[in-house]
């Protein structure tokens, strides 16, 4: 049943963004805020506001009585989502199910298959998408591990069977290494994690990191083509772009009918996105994970296709098939976002909330800015720090650089301190200009470029 | 005695996680420079440390949302 009422979970510019989707289509709009978000600009845009708790995100937007109580109180017949807090949350999904509503996204079993790491990779195999090299789950016995380590190749990373957040890895770049390191990172995972169980992968050395967009309806998907996401400090994503500039058009194809075989098999439904590590010197592509959400970076896709994909998700999930079949999806030009965060890129990304004394937004051809600002706006200190997305397009690679360098020089959030000064500095490197990068390019860049930043 | 005011506008927090136990309790004994809690500023976490010597009496709550300035103990 097509919705008629859709309560927003989320803030920020995400929040602004569907409820854009959501007048377009004609219906209603519930924003859900905590107190902190009173006067956000998602409120104001909204047909209807409701306050969900106290500025701490797990009181609030995290709360799914509260959320689900908004919801039945305002007549909402389906929530959004959005991205991060209860985007991801397989149990959040059943739970608006449960009570009736339309989850915006996929099924609650989708998103508790494709979350789970191992359960992930063993979909990805049997849908014959290539996952990294590894031994697939644990290995205890020295011997098997020592031949698994010999057959996929050196380096090789060792990983606590029970780890995360990055501990208890170790790189092996040869045999003797391998034999040395295996025990103590048993040992080491043991006292850890009391669990001395390991597995084993191969480690892709300047990898990039491609990933590309998919929308389903529950029985059919397509792709959107490729994003590329290299340029990352701390993980996280600063610089986005459509297409991949180095991709070459037979990998194109076979990757995104990779991540459409792998949607079909999950029978996914709304906007989803699979991330790939990517070998530019084999040309060799890995599935690393799916996320079940619409993703900060979907813009750069709408501006390459002309698909508006959150608009999409939401009639996708009032019940409608997909709109459009893959021979309609077509790529033209290409498309660079910068994330503008209240961050200051000469106090080592220091946050920075405070009020918007001014503001002047970027126009002109190809230039999209997606933002919760306005002047007199506090942003206030308890969410992430992404003010907003400046996305440009043009027929060239080069066309949107220039353009970008362009509408950046335009941007002026007056009040605290952005990172435009990164952007601005990203867009004048010749390896950025001529796309030579991986995800691991851009922290030591930052090493050596940092008194450019200070000054 | 003297007033440990908040560095920073963000989330007060007086665990180091969520499981853990709290840094200092109220009566505690402190010493300039001890850690006695964190505040979270848009997902980046900084510790808070005591300003004097001397026994601690909390004002702000775990979880608190705090203003730049903001009381959050007194160390007598």
């Not at chain 1, 979970?9 to 009173?38: F, W, Y």
């Not at chain 1, 296709?305 to 996708?316: A, K, P, Q, S, Y």
């Not at chain 1, 990304?349 to 230039?367: D, E, K």
């Not at chain 2, 300039?32 to 001397?54: C, Q, Y």
Request: aromatic share 6%; net charge negative.
């Amino acid at each position: 049943m097509p919705i008629t009422k859709l309560l927003i979970a989320n803030r920020g510019e995400i929040a602004v963004r569907i409820i854009r989707a959501a007048k377009e289509l004609g219906i209603k709009t519930v924003q859900v805020h905590s107190l902190a978000d009173a006067d956000s600009l998602a409120v104001k845009m909204a047909d209807e506001a409701v306050n969900i708790g106290p500025p701490h995100a797990a009181k609030s937007y995290l709360n799914v009585d509260n959320i689900l109580k908004a919801a039945k109180d305002t007549g909402a017949d389906a929530v959004h989502p959005g991205y991060g807090f209860l985007a991801e949350n397989a149990n959040f999904a059943d739970a608006v199910k449960a009570a009736g509503l339309v989850f915006v996204g996929p099924e609650g079993e989708s998103i508790r298959i494709m979350g789970d790491k191992v359960a992930a990779r063993a979909a990805a195999e049997a849908a014959g998408v290539p996952v990294v090299p590894g031994s697939d789950g644990r290995v205890d016995d020295p011997e098997r591990a020592r031949l698994v380590a010999e057959a996929i190749g050196f380096p090789v990373m060792i990983k606590a069977a029970a780890g995360g957040g990055g501990r208890g890895i170790r790189v092996a770049h040869d045999l003797s290494e391998f034999e040395t390191l295996m025990p103590q990172a048993s040992a080491e995972a043991k006292a850890a994690f009391g669990d001395g169980g390991l597995y084993i992968e191969k480690v892709i050395e300047k990898a990039r990191h491609i990933e590309v967009q998919i929308l389903g309806d529950g029985q059919r998907a397509i792709h959107c083509f490729e994003r590329e996401c290299s340029l990352q400090r701390r993980r996280q994503k600063v610089w986005e772009e459509a297409p991949s500039a180095v991709l070459p058009q037979e990998v194109r194809d076979k990757l995104c009918a990779s991540a459409v075989a792998l949607a079909e098999a999950v029978k996914y439904r709304g906007a989803g996105t699979l991330e790939y590590l990517y070998d530019d010197q084999t040309h060799h592509f890995y599935f690393i994970e799916m996320n079940t959400r619409i993703q900060v970076e979907h813009p750069v896709t709408e501006m390459i296709t002309g698909i508006d994909l959150v608009r999409e998700m939401i009639r996708v999930a009032g019940g409608a098939p997909l709109s459009i079949s893959q021979d309609d999806v077509k790529m033209k030009g290409h498309a660079i976002e910068v994330r503008i965060n209240a961050e200051d890129p000469a106090k080592n990304f220091m946050p920075a909330p405070g009020t918007i004394a001014s503001l002047r937004v970027p126009g002109g051809p190809g230039t999209r800015f997606d933002t919760m600002l306005y002047q007199g706006y506090q942003v206030p200190p308890f969410y992430d720090s992404l003010l907003g997305k400046l996305i440009v397009w043009d027929e060239t690679r080069d066309g949107a650089i220039a353009r970008m360098v362009r509408a950046l020089d335009e941007l002026d959030v007056g009040g605290l301190a952005t990172t435009k000064p990164l952007h601005q500095l990203l867009a004048a490197d010749e390896s950025v200009r001529t796309a030579q990068f991986h995800t691991r390019w851009l922290e030591p860049w930052l090493e050596q470029n940092a008194h450019k930043l200070n000054s | 005695m003297a007033q440990l005011l908040s560095p920073l506008p963000g989330t007060f927090y007086r665990r180091p996680s969520p499981d853990k136990p709290a840094y200092k309790e109220d009566g505690d004994k402190v010493k300039a420079g001890d850690v006695v809690g964190l505040i979270e500023v848009m997902k980046s976490f900084n510790e808070v440390k005591a300003d004097a010597d001397g026994k601690i009496t909390f004002i702000a709550e775990n979880e608190e949302p705090v203003m730049a300035g903001q009381a959050l103990a007194e160390i007598a």
